[in-house]
């Protein structure tokens, strides 16, 4: 059981019985500390960290039900296993409702003291371990504050994990990612994972913004600032106030704009266009961009200055053509979405329309397989969509990558292998594991699938 490293601690307020539990415990590996009475439990209890607690329940000063009932008042949830002579089932109830863990009655064998133990500590541990994979799912999934971003694959699940984590912070983050892969998706996500969900999240697109009032739209401005300001109007970080502004395209910001970002980022606070006074903001700053900012910035573009603060974590998103494997999770989402926006009943895809699907190199990404499949569905003759339901230039685009970029060799041996493995893997994906199914997608044998199986370890 690799007790090398379990403290017990036993209270008892017979000395022989304190002598024989501790020997036989420290036969069993434990580390053993000894009280009399429950008061002396609690001392030592507070100063030292046990992985359990066995306890009498009738002693002088304190008993074991008074130190049980002290113990979780004080918050302290290490197991306990009570102990007594006058063993009831009215007493192991009451011991139980007032947090025991377990209960055994004297005289007992030492072999049923180290069963009890086992059977506790065995059961703190799956306690332990559940509450830490719920820690992970909570990061993850920012109690599934990410739900928007669809799909399964290993790159997407490493930055959603990624996103949890650093949603409790206030720290800038930088999106970065291709046009159409959910930048703004996650960045609602990291608000709704953080302390700021119940504050506004307030997005903003860099590039819509006319440069004129792009200082105004921002920060606000006072009554009187310029012709026809006959109020004082809040700009946006002021609307976002206590939540987060997301800044999409923030490599549209113009150079002028870029200073008077950089020093609310610095300082927290901003001046309103004709004000004499700077107001103090409290915004988390999620910023996102289609470009390459580091070439932005060895090219006179971007402020280095201003990267750097934006730049404090970064999250990329790969695009869809990097993880295939999340397009027949994608694809069933959109179309359940579109069915029920619009009455239709298309239950799925053709095969041979999911291999279209999976051959093409998405330069739009999410958002254009979400337009394509809605397309699809609406088009739809029967309950499945078929591949002239599709655009029809779908299947006649170039596919322009190279293949040693794509498999990482010119070997044709190795690449052959390579496709197979992953077309395999992604036909299995796409019909949830149907062997069957992904044969005919492959347009192979089911035996000859099953031996690629076999042999490429899948």
């Known amino acids: 059981m690799g007790k090398s490293t379990q403290r017990i601690l036993v209270i008892d307020d017979e000395e022989n019985m304190r002598h024989m539990l501790s020997v036989l415990l420290q036969r069993e590996n434990f580390q053993v500390s000894l009280a009399s009475n429950g008061r002396q439990g609690l001392d030592i209890i507070r100063r030292k960290q046990f992985a359990i607690v066995l306890c009498d329940v009738k002693m002088p000063e304190m008993n074991g039900l008074e130190f049980l009932t002290t113990l979780r008042g004080q918050g302290i949830h290490v197991p306990v296993v009570m102990m007594s002579a006058f063993g009831t089932v009215e007493l192991a109830v009451e011991a139980m409702k007032q947090g ?6 004297k005289p007992f064998l030492g072999e049923e003291v180290i069963l009890i133990l086992e059977k506790v500590l065995q059961r703190q541990s799956l306690k332990e371990e559940n509450e830490s994979l719920r820690q992970q799912l909570r990061e993850a999934t920012g109690d599934n504050a990410f739900a928007a971003l669809k799909g399964k694959s290993e790159s997407l699940r490493t930055i959603i994990l990624q996103a949890g984590k650093i949603a409790r912070y206030k720290t800038t983050v930088l999106v970065t990612g291709e046009s159409g892969t959910g930048k703004e998706l996650l960045a609602r996500g990291i608000h709704q994972a953080s302390s700021r969900a119940g504050k506004a999240f307030v997005a903003v697109n860099c590039g819509s ?3 004129s009032l792009m200082e105004s739209e921002l920060f606000g401005y006072v009554k009187g600032a310029f012709t026809g300001a006959d109020r004082d109007k809040k700009g946006i970080f002021e609307e976002a106030e206590g939540g987060t502004l997301f800044l999409d395209e923030i490599g549209e910001l113009p150079a002028a704009m870029q200073v008077k970002l950089l020093r609310v980022l610095q300082e927290n606070e901003l001046r309103p266009v004709g004000a004499g006074k700077v107001k103090k903001i409290d915004v988390r700053i999620i910023a996102a ?3 390459d900012l580091k ?13 750097f603060r934006l730049n404090v974590l970064n999250l990329h998103l790969p695009p869809l053509r990097e993880r295939l494997e999340d ?3 994608l694809v069933n989402f959109f179309i359940g979405e579109v069915n029920s926006e619009t009455g ?6 053709a095969s041979e329309t999911l291999r279209l699907l999976m051959q093409y190199d998405w330069p ?8 394509i499949i809605e397309r699809g569905v609406l088009m739809a003759e029967s309950d499945c969509v078929k591949i002239e339901d599709l655009p029809p230039n779908l299947s006649s685009q170039p596919h322009n990558r190279r293949l040693d970029d794509l498999l990482g060799t010119l070997s044709i041996k190795k690449g052959r292998r390579l496709l197979e493995k992953r077309l395999i893997g992604r036909a299995l994906e796409a019909t949830n594991g149907n062997k069957s199914k992904a044969a005919d997608i492959l347009e192979i044998s089911y035996p000859s699938l099953l031996a690629k199986i076999k042999e490429y370890g899948i």
Request: glycine share 8%; proline share 5%.
């Open 100 to 105: 025991a863990d377990d209960f055994i009655t």
């Open 295 to 307: 070439d932005e910035v060895v090219n006179g573009k971007f402020r280095q200055d201003l990267f």
């Open 209 to 211: 913004i006319p440069e």
């Open 364 to 371: 739009g990404n999410v958002r254009e397989l979400e337009n």
């Open 327 to 329: 397009i027949p999770t």
């Open 289 to 291: 961009t289609a470009r």
């Open 344 to 349: 239709t009943k298309v239950r799925g895809l």
